[in-house]
């Protein structure tokens, strides 16, 4: 296996100037002419060879200024291209036909073709799957790109940059030229070919410029293109105001394919997307899928400064793009919603994916020093971590110095291919900080552990915080140092006001900020009148989990009145999962389950509290998860156990505020015409949640079966399809509201996903069968990502009574679709495993099933890089 390090790094020997792309679209056979335009760097080697990457490629043509080049001049193979003797200076074109069958292509990676339309991933080492190339982010071109097609079937033809010129061909054959006058490296390509219906808009940037934006849908679904167009535009407009970043090129394109592997790609004025995350109207998304949808529509037009006009110098540093731009994204979702619950969603999913990935075989540092296959490394501590670093160095240095420092980075960088040192010297430069000790977060794996210590004393009006720090051992990072921790504290007097001290001493501090960089570290506040409840990690200022001895009483009060609500939806939060932890330790000793008072009664208070926004009180009644509740107890985890303990735990909560929730959930009804804002959104939000748990009370599925009958969208149909799937499966109101779904949205794949999905997740042992037969069903694809990640993929990571039946049984069958898919698509399958990757938190017996079905994919030798990658380092 080839690892690849970062200390290897070295730049090309030569520099592409120029790339000139013919690509003659067949569906089974399309040749690639690549006219390559450049010299030799100066100061390289005089005789060192050109080496070009291939993957799986058959060389059909090459010669060097327009004569074929002599066999002794080159070795070629599928994944290599060498070429000898090649001039010492001066520009020469190399001239390079391949052959590719983009139907055949399974991977989805280079140039594939499902559903009757060619589409591109390039990202990361895609490219080389179209044609021999310098593949690497560092070697930037200007690239020109000839489509021809069949105009019938390929009306469309599409490729990054400016259309420059469109002609008619004999045989009923057409094509379009394209030109990217902007240098980009490879993995920025892209090109689209089929038939596709489309929306129209237009965009004025702030120095006035027009620029047409369009939104390209499969036929009859142009209608669910709108709640895209406008994220985009008012993405494009943020970016202008809030980073004075404007758009470049005089039109904006994306186009939505429904055989995608991830998410969205940021492609240069050409993105492509996963249609789940473009097409939405009432009947057929969700709020969530919404929000989502705004999201990523602007972070891929984000990319377009962090990552496009300044790309990565090579791969380790993805985070510098990714980081950044999801950062830029989470402030814009902040904007344009509500400012703590987009927070405390970030939080919510950075401890779900995030923190277990920190904490276990998978553990990597945010800028990694090696790897296997890159692939691999799109990882939410590449992303979601990373965006919380560039968060840390915006709060170390206020939002002036932030913006200071970025400014510079786009001046100074535009057009280059940086690292991350690259970026953070710009923040140096700009405000005078030093970040060398800062600079740790992006080395060091692991999530730092604060202890947390507190001394009052009255007749000083003084108040002593001991914090310290300490990151676990991680996979090649057995010892550690301390961090430089941003943590932004507040103190909340016995009235609920927030206390201001007349001092702070004992480290760095900016307002209320502390600045801890050592081990331990002891800040003394002065002027402090009464004995405050002290709140640490306000607005989750560093990814960290904050261990502090709090006396219930503090807890209560931050409960009930902390003025950030981060913090305080936390401590409501901390205050159920220890309560349900307890609660699955009662059961696993066989003893009764008892919920105490408090705990209800802070929920139900918040339940009513109307001064809190619905979203807000809606995510304080949404209990931690099972999975929540199993990573909590972190080891030794009975999976039963715990999804009884929650049951029990949810109905005593439930009883107590039954009129409550009842009266939240017949909210519902009052609501008028649908529309997506985060207002509407949150009061839909805080009815589901009520109907959960009123239906838990009521203990009847007559409710949810009366709200699934009701619902006019998307939103209420399924959050009351799956509270009967989930808390009453088997009864015949669930039984009719899934087969009613399943009926009235045959036709439509990406809401039968939401169908397939709650299926998975139905709590039990028995789901695995219900999810062998879901194969079966007509609407199943395996070949296809959403489908896939819908039905296997929820079953295997977010269900874990089914997944973890005792036989071990889940187990094998994913197993063995693993190992078919592998072979399908291996970015796909390798992303799938990484479900397994806590295997060894669970208790012994289902440990040991799960290691030796892990090992049986393990054994084949056959593997792809990338699932051979997770599977060795999930078992080291
Ligand atoms: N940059 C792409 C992700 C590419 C993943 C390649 N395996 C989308 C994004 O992060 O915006
Ligand atoms: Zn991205």
Redesign the pocket.
Known sequence: NRTVYLKDYRPTDFIIETVDLVFDLGETMTTVGSQIRMRRRPGADPSAPLIFDGDGLALSGLALDGKPLLPERYDSNANRLTIRDLPEDGAFTLTIKTRINPTANSQLLGLYRTNGIYSTQC??EGFRRITYFYDRPDVLAVYTVTIIADEKTCPLLLSNGNLVEEQRLDDGRHMARWHDPFPKPSYLFALVAGDLSMIEDRFKTMSGRDVTLRIYVEHGKAGRAGYAMDSLKRAMKWDEERFGREYDLDIFMIVAVSDF??????NKGLNIFNDRLILADPETATDDDYARIEAVVA??YF?NWTGNRITCRDWFQLSLK?GL?VYREHEFSADERSRPVVRVEEVKFLRAHQFPEDGGPLAHPVRPTEYVEI?NF?TTTVYEKGSEVSRMIATLLGPEGFRKGLDLFFERHDGGAVTIEDYLTCFEEATGHDLTHFALWYHQAGTPVISVDSAYDEEKAELRLTLGQKTPATPGQRIKKPLHIPLRVGLIGPNGDDMEASAISGGAHRKDVLELTQDEQTFVFEGIGARPAISVNRDFSAPVRVRFDQSREDRLRIAGAETDLVARWDTVNALALEALVRAAENVKAGQPVTVDAGLSAVLVATAEDETLEPAFRALALALPSELDIGREIGANVDPDAIHTARKTVIRAIAETGCETFVRLATGMDTLSAFSPDAASAGRRALANAALALAAAAENTPARASRAYQAADNMTDMLAAMRVLAHQFAGSDEAEDALSDFRRRFAGEPLVLDKWFSTLATVPGGQTLERVASLMGDTAFDETNPNRVRALIGAFASSNPTGFNRPDGAAYDFFADFILTSDRRNA?LTARLMTAMRSFEALEPQRRALARKAIERIAGHDDLSRNLRDIVDRMLK
């Open positions: 990202e990361a592997n991830m998410g969205a790609m940021e972070h891929e990319h990714e731009t692939d799109y970015t």
